[in-house]
C-alpha cells in the first residue's frame, strides 16, 4: 500500500490569499498601534506626558489591576469568569490589617491574605465545576458575599498600615527614588510567569483546549475541570496579591479601595483580546490593554479631563476596540 | 384515494462544492399518497427532502406543485404552498401551552395581543383530528409524553393549507403501541388527502405505513415500487446496489485466533442499552451496527466513560479487571475513541493541527516541565505524511481543513501513543468517498497492526465492508452476532428487528 498516489499534490483545500489580519499576532499588533497613537496624542497635548516618571508611575499605578487581568486571562480563556477578583484583593488588605493588629509578624500576615486568596479561588472553583454552576452566578455571589464581610470584620474604617519595609512592596523603587517601581516589578513577573505556563507547558495547552471545546477535550481524557479549579485557585491568589500591593501602597486596608476596578480588570482582558466565550486571547494583550487604559487615564487626568469623562472615555474604547477585533476575526473565517 | 398529482420533482441535481449529491433525480406524490423514501446514509434523501422544503437551492430541474412550476427559494416559499417538514428532533416549546405551540407560527391577533381565544378554538380542531380530542389545549407542553408533544407537533404541521408532510425518521425514540398511534394520525391526514413523505431505516414500518416505496442510491434513483407488490428483500437491493467492492480493504485472515482485548458484561445505559456483552478482538475490527436510536450511539463511549448514567457488570481490558470512570482513565488504560459529532466532540477548531494531534497525548510530548516542540512538530509532520493528509502546513487552524482531513487528525492523535483499542464512531460522517476509501485503508492497517478496533456505524454497509466480525443492535440490545463478515442486508434486518414489529 503506497502513500503516494496522494500525498504528492498538497495543495490546499482553499487556497486564500494570505491575509494579514488573520495573522495570530494581528490582535496584540493592533493594540500595539493604538497604544503608540494614544501616546503620541498625550505627548503632543500635555508636556508633562512624555517623561520617565510620569509613564513609570501609570505602569506603577496600573499594576494591581494588570495582576488580576493576568490571572483573569487564562481563566476566561479556559471557560471560566472571576467577577470576584477585586473583591478578594478588598479582603486581602483587610486580611493583612488584622492579623498585623492582633500581633502576626507583617509578611506571615501577607501570606495569610494571600492563602487565603487561594482559598477562595478554590471555592469558586468547586462551586462552578463541582456542582457544574454558572461562573458568572457563582462569582458574583462569592464577590457580594466577600465585599460585605470586608466591611462586616473593619465596620467599613480604613485600618492603617504604615510599615516602612511593608510598604516599600507598594512604593518602593529599584535603583534609586528616580527607578523602576516594585509593584510594577512584581506585576511584570507574574505575566511572564503566565506567558510561560500558556505558551509552552502542556497546562497551558489545555488551558486553550478546554476553553475552546470543553466536549471534545473531555473526550481526549484532558482534566478540564480540574484545570478550571486551578485557575480560580490562580485567580484567587492574583487577587489577594494585588489586595496586598494596593494596602502597602496606600499604607492603609480600606476595604472598598479596589472592588470598584473589577469592569476594568474585565475590560482591559476583553480588550486584550480574549474572548469571552473561552479558547482564545494571550496575556500580552492583555498587558497592552491594560497599559492602554491607564495611559488613558492618565493622559485625560493630565489634560484636566473629570473622572466622569474618563469612565465615558474608557467605555468607548472598549468599544471600539471589540468591535474592531470582531471584525477582524471575521475577516479571517 | 384520487390520483391527482401534488408534487411533481423533475431531473434534480445538486452539488456541494463540486462534489456531486443528486443528480436527475425523480419524484412525485399524489394525493393522499403515503410515500416512503428509502436509502442509505448519504445517498440524498436529506439533500432532496431540504430542496422541497426550500432550505437548499437545486442546481438543476424543476418542481411542480399542483401542476404549477414554483420556484421554492425559501422555507417561507414552501410552507406557502402547504409543504410541511417534521423535524427528526423534537423541537417544541416545553413552556409554552399546547395552543401556543400549535400556533405559534401563526399567532391569531387582536388588535396588538394574541387572541387567546381564536387561538384554542384553531388549536383544538387540529388536535381533534389527530384525534387528540382529550387534550386540553391549556395544558403547558413540558407535561405531556414525548410521544403526544411529537402528535403536537404534527398538528402544528398541519395548521393552515398544508399538503405535504415530510416525517424524517418520526419513530426513531417511540415505543411500539406509540408508533401505531402514529400510524393511525398518518391514515387519518391520508384519508383528509394529505401527502406524507416517510423516511425511515425500519423496513418493516415503511412496509406497514406505506403506499409506495422510492428507493435513492448515490444521489440517483435506484427503484420505486409500489409497496403491495414488492419484498423486504428487493428493496435492500436497491439501497445497497453492487458498490460494495473496491471501496473497503480484505478482511483479516486469523481473526478466530486472535485474543479478546477487551471484554464487556452487563453494559447498561439508563434509557439506551440493556444488558449488552461484546468483546473486542485483537488485531481485528469488530463492527457494531444499529440504526439511530437503537442505543449504536452510546455503546462506545459508555465503555470509554463519557456516557452518563452507565452500568456495567464486568470490563477486562488485557485480562486485567477494568472499572469504567471517565475518559482521562480510559486513555490511562489504553482506550482511544474518535467521537461522531466532530465538531463538537472531536477538535478544537481554534488550535492548530499540530496541537489537536498531540492534545490526548501531552505526557508524550512533555520534557521536563514544559512542551517539547521538536517532538511535537516532527510527530505531527510524519503522521501528515502517513495519513496523507492535506492542509497547508502543522500550523493551521484545524477547523479550516475539510472533513475528511479533520477526521485524519482525529485518528492519528490515537495512534501516536500507546493504544490498545480504538473505538470509531461513525468513522466516515460528513468525509466524501475519496478520503472514506484512505480511512477505510488506515483503519485495516492498523487493525493488522495488531490494534483492536470497535466500529460502530448506523450504515450498514461500512460495517459490512470492513467488519471481520460484528454484532447488530435494536432497542437497546444485541439482536445478533456475526463471527464472520456478513452481508449489509443481514445487518440491516437484524438491526429493524424494530419494537413496532410486534
Same mark, same amino acid.
Request: charged share 15%.
Given at each position: ?33 493604538? +497604544? &503608540? ?6 505627548? =503632543? ?10 509613564? &513609570?508611575?501609570?505602569?506603577? *499605578? ?7 487581568? $493576568? $490571572? ?27 492579623? +498585623? ?14 492563602? /487565603?486568596?487561594?482559598?477562595?479561588? /478554590?471555592? @469558586?472553583?468547586?462551586?462552578? *465545576?463541582?456542582?457544574?454552576? *454558572? ?55 507574574? +505575566? ?15 488551558? +486553550? ?28 491568589? /492574583? ?14 486596608? $480600606? ?9 476594568? =480588570? ?23 490593554? =491594560? ?6 487615564? @492618565? ?17 468607548? =474604547?472598549?468599544? &471600539? ?13 | ?96 401551552? !399546547? ?16 387572541? %387567546? ?38 398538528? %402544528? ?6 399538503? !405535504? ?68 428483500? #428487493? ?76 452500568? !456495567? #457488570? ?111 464512531? #461513525? ?13 477505510? %485503508? ?61
Amino acid at each position: 500500500m503506497s502513500q503516494t498516489t496522494v500525498s504528492t499534490a498538497p495543495t490546499p483545500a482553499r487556497n486564500r490569499p494570505k491575509n494579514l489580519l488573520g495573522h495570530a499576532w494581528a490582535g496584540v499588533a493592533m493594540l500595539l498601534a493604538f +497604544y &503608540l497613537i494614544l501616546v503620541a496624542i498625550f505627548t =503632543v497635548l500635555s508636556p508633562f506626558f512624555l517623561t520617565v516618571k510620569n509613564l &513609570l508611575s501609570i505602569g506603577s *499605578n496600573m499594576a494591581f489591576i494588570g495582576l488580576m487581568a $493576568a $490571572a483573569g486571562t487564562p481563566l476566561i480563556i479556559a471557560g471560566g469568569l472571576d467577577l470576584s477578583v477585586a473583591a478578594v484583593a478588598g479582603i486581602s488588605g483587610v486580611i493583612v490589617a488584622m492579623c +498585623y493588629t492582633a500581633g502576626i509578624d507583617i509578611w506571615v500576615a501577607c501570606l495569610v491574605a494571600i492563602l /487565603a486568596g487561594g482559598l477562595i479561588g /478554590a471555592g @469558586n472553583g468547586a462551586l462552578t *465545576n463541582g456542582l457544574k454552576l *454558572n461562573p458568572f452566578i457563582v462569582t458574583l455571589g462569592t464577590m457580594s458575599i466577600i465585599t460585605g464581610a470586608s466591611l462586616v470584620l473593619t465596620g467599613g474604617l480604613t485600618q492603617p498600615l504604615m510599615i516602612p519595609g511593608f510598604n516599600w512592596i507598594g512604593s518602593g523603587k529599584i535603583g534609586g527614588s528616580g527607578g523602576i517601581p516594585v509593584p510594577l516589578i512584581i506585576m511584570l513577573v507574574v +505575566y511572564f510567569l503566565a506567558w510561560w505556563v500558556m505558551a509552552f507547558t502542556p497546562f497551558g495547552r489545555y488551558i +486553550y483546549a478546554s476553553g475552546g471545546n470543553p466536549e471534545a477535550s473531555r473526550m481526549l481524557g484532558i482534566p478540564v475541570d480540574r484545570t478550571q479549579i486551578l485557575l480560580y485557585v490562580a485567580s484567587g491568589l /492574583a487577587g489577594a496579591l494585588a489586595g496586598v500591593i494596593v494596602a502597602a501602597m496606600l499604607g492603609a486596608a $480600606a476595604p472598598d479601595s479596589v472592588g470598584k476596578h473589577l469592569l476594568t =480588570v474585565i475590560a482591559a482582558i476583553i480588550l486584550g483580546g480574549t474572548s469571552l466565550f473561552g479558547g482564545r486571547g494571550s496575556v500580552w494583550g492583555t498587558l497592552l490593554a =491594560v497599559l492602554i487604559l491607564g495611559t488613558l487615564n @492618565n493622559g485625560l487626568t493630565l489634560l484636566n479631563v473629570s473622572s466622569f469623562w474618563q469612565d465615558v472615555t474608557k467605555g468607548a =474604547v472598549l468599544l &471600539l476596540a471589540v468591535g474592531l477585533d470582531q471584525l477582524r476575526v471575521r475577516s479571517q473565517a | 384515494m384520487t390520483d391527482k398529482r401534488i408534487l411533481d420533482m423533475n431531473g434534480i441535481g445538486k452539488s456541494f462544492g463540486g462534489v456531486p449529491v443528486l443528480a436527475d433525480v425523480h419524484f412525485h406524490l399524489d394525493a393522499g399518497e403515503v410515500v416512503a423514501l428509502l436509502g442509505a446514509n448519504g445517498a440524498g434523501k436529506s439533500t432532496l427532502m431540504k430542496i422541497l422544503s426550500g432550505n437548499y437551492s437545486r442546481d438543476a430541474g424543476t418542481i411542480a406543485v399542483n401542476g404549477s412550476e414554483q420556484d421554492l427559494k425559501s422555507p417561507a416559499d414552501a410552507l406557502a404552498l402547504g409543504i410541511r417538514m417534521l423535524p427528526q428532533e423534537l423541537s417544541v416549546f416545553s413552556d409554552l401551552t !399546547v395552543a401556543e405551540n400549535i400556533m405559534i407560527g401563526a399567532l391569531p391577533r387582536n388588535g396588538m395581543h394574541v387572541d %387567546r381565544g381564536a387561538m384554542e378554538v384553531r388549536a383544538t380542531a387540529l388536535l381533534e383530528r389527530m384525534g387528540l380530542d382529550w387534550l386540553s389545549p391549556r395544558t403547558r407542553m413540558g407535561t405531556l409524553s414525548h410521544h403526544v408533544q411529537r402528535i403536537v407537533e404534527i398538528a %402544528r404541521a398541519m395548521n393552515g393549507e398544508a399538503r !405535504v408532510l415530510i416525517m424524517d425518521e418520526p419513530t426513531a425514540s417511540l415505543a411500539a403501541d406509540e408508533v401505531q398511534m402514529l400510524f393511525g394520525i398518518i391514515r387519518r391526514l391520508q384519508a383528509d388527502g394529505i401527502s406524507i413523505i416517510y423516511i425511515s431505516h425500519y423496513l418493516k414500518e415503511v412496509f406497514a405505513v406505506s403506499g409506495r416505496i422510492a428507493v435513492l442510491r448515490d444521489g440517483r434513483n435506484a427503484g420505486d415500487f409500489t409497496t403491495a407488490n414488492t419484498n423486504v428483500d #428487493e428493496v435492500l437491493h436497491a439501497i445497497i446496489g453492487n458498490r460494495v467492492g473496491d471501496l473497503y480493504p480484505a478482511f483479516s485472515v486469523n481473526t478466530a485466533s486472535a485474543a479478546d482485548v477487551v471484554t464487556v458484561e452487563g453494559l447498561n445505559v439508563e434509557g439506551w442499552l440493556r444488558g449488552v456483552d461484546f468483546t473486542v478482538r485483537q488485531g481485528s475490527i469488530t463492527g457494531v451496527h444499529g440504526l439511530i436510536g437503537s442505543g449504536v450511539e452510546m455503546i462506545g463511549r459508555a465503555l470509554f466513560g463519557a456516557a452518563p448514567r452507565t452500568r !456495567v #457488570e464486568r470490563v477486562e481490558i488485557d485480562g486485567k479487571p477494568y472499572q469504567v470512570s471517565t475518559p482521562g482513565k480510559a486513555v490511562e488504560a489504553g482506550l482511544g475513541l474518535v467521537a461522531a459529532e466532530r465538531k463538537r466532540e472531536g477538535i478544537v477548531a481554534m488550535l492548530s493541527l499540530r496541537e489537536n494531534m498531540s492534545l490526548a497525548n501531552m505526557p508524550l510530548f512533555t520534557k521536563g516541565l514544559s512542551v517539547d516542540r521538536k517532538k511535537e512538530a516532527t510527530t505531527t509532520a510524519e503522521w501528515i505524511w502517513r495519513l496523507s493528509i492535506r492542509a497547508r502546513n502543522a500550523e493551521q487552524p484545524i477547523g479550516t481543513l475539510s472533513g475528511g482531513n479533520q477526521q485524519k487528525v482525529c485518528l492519528a492523535r490515537w495512534l501516536l501513543g500507546d493504544l490498545k483499542v480504538l473505538i470509531l464512531e #461513525e468513522p466516515t460522517r460528513g468525509v466524501d468517498v475519496g478520503a472514506r476509501q484512505e480511512i477505510y %485503508r488506515q483503519i485495516r492497517q492498523l487493525a493488522d497492526g495488531g490494534l483492536g478496533i470497535l466500529l460502530i456505524s448506523s450504515d450498514a454497509e461500512e460495517v459490512a465492508g470492513l467488519a471481520d466480525r460484528s454484532i447488530a443492535l435494536a432497542s437497546g440490545r444485541v439482536t445478533e452476532i456475526f463471527e464472520q463478515p456478513t452481508e449489509a442486508s443481514a445487518l440491516m434486518s437484524a438491526a429493524s428487528k424494530s419494537a413496532a414489529a410486534a
